[in-house]
């Protein structure tokens, strides 16, 4: 038997497969699933991005090109940069990976050496810890409570800080929460990150997806030190309906980008030629796909908070997310109590409950580092996503 090395042996399963396989075989028997756990838009790549990508190959632009991006793709992204962000990069300081995913390996093992600490507010992304321990990092935990909207605190920060610490993993806005920390709130971190010299890693795929007149604002907006301190994380996976296609980028020190662009050319080379091409359409062309994509989003957010705030009266609890396509419906208030006589003792229950008795598939919040709760997505219709609330209420009547 071939022994696997320790830093992938102490890489955990994703805890969303078990369900996610079970709603599967239900779909395969010819059930009807109603599906809260989708982590993408449900919108096609818009026309225009598509002809962008037939174009490219119809040219023949089918050849290897340089590892770390196109030019005319780092040149798009400064100018995306520039204008939402307000940060001035060089394109030698943009690289183009398989996805924000890819980004963020990137960026960790760029920067992470054995046992230097990462601070991970909880709850996060699954994807971060496995990430930091692959990279033979210390995935440190801060826990942002949901009575102050899931946002960590400068204070919990500055105590969460040893010798040790290396980097801060920051998602704003946020998955599985949905937060939007404001500017006033990112500027508190930020004093505490430049004091210690913490380098942060700041997740901003989600950016364009903000409701109720929030802004997005970068961490690496906040001062010209804060800005040689942070990572920029973002990519058209969310932005533009293309999860598919495997495009994200970061922005980066100079050189902290050179040593990312030496190692991706040995690992990976470059991301396929024509989804550069297609990435260029998304961020240089019509955004009103975009705009009318996000106008879906806030449509169903607003029917999902409305259909929720009934649950209120059920006992059920949740926060007003600003961002992202994400709810978090705390479901602990019925931990310790049964549903037709199964003992429910945490998140995980609750999901393979509401799928086996309500064909109701959601992402129970112990994949995120919190048992509180299970995350809902209203990245699926509005027909489906009413049905599919009526029949949790239903749920949680039901529960003795
Ligand atoms: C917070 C966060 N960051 C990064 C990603 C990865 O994006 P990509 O599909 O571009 O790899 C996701 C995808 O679910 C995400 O939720």
Known sequence: MIKVSKKVASIAPSLTLAISAKANELKAAGERVINFGVGEPDFNTPAHIIAAAKDALDKGYTKYVAAAGLPALKKAVCKKLKEDN????????????NGAKHSLFN?????IDEGDEVIIPAPYWLTYPELVKTCGGVPVFIEASRKVCYKITAEQLEKAVTPKTKALIFNSPSNPTGAVYTEEEIKKL?????????????????????YGGQ??????EVSPAMKELTIVINGVSKSYAMTGWRLGYLAAPANVA?????FQSHCTSNVNTMTQYAAIAALEGPQKPLNDMLEQFGIRRKKMLEILSGFKKLGIDYVTPDGAFYVMLVTEKFYGKSYKGRKINGSMDVADLLLTEKKVAVTPSVCFGDDTSVRLSYALSLEDMTEGLEKIGEFIKEIK
């Open 258 to 262: 050179k040593a990312i662009a030496s």
């Open 190 to 210: 930020a004093a505490v990150c430049e004091k210690h010299g913490i380098t942060v890693v700041s997740d901003e795929i989600y950016e364009k997806l903000i």
């Open 215 to 220: 802004k997005h604002y970068s961490i690496a």
């Open 107 to 111: 960026a960790l093992y760029a920067i």
């Open 86 to 97: 307000n940060l001035d990069y060089e394109p030698s300081q943009i690289i183009i990976s």
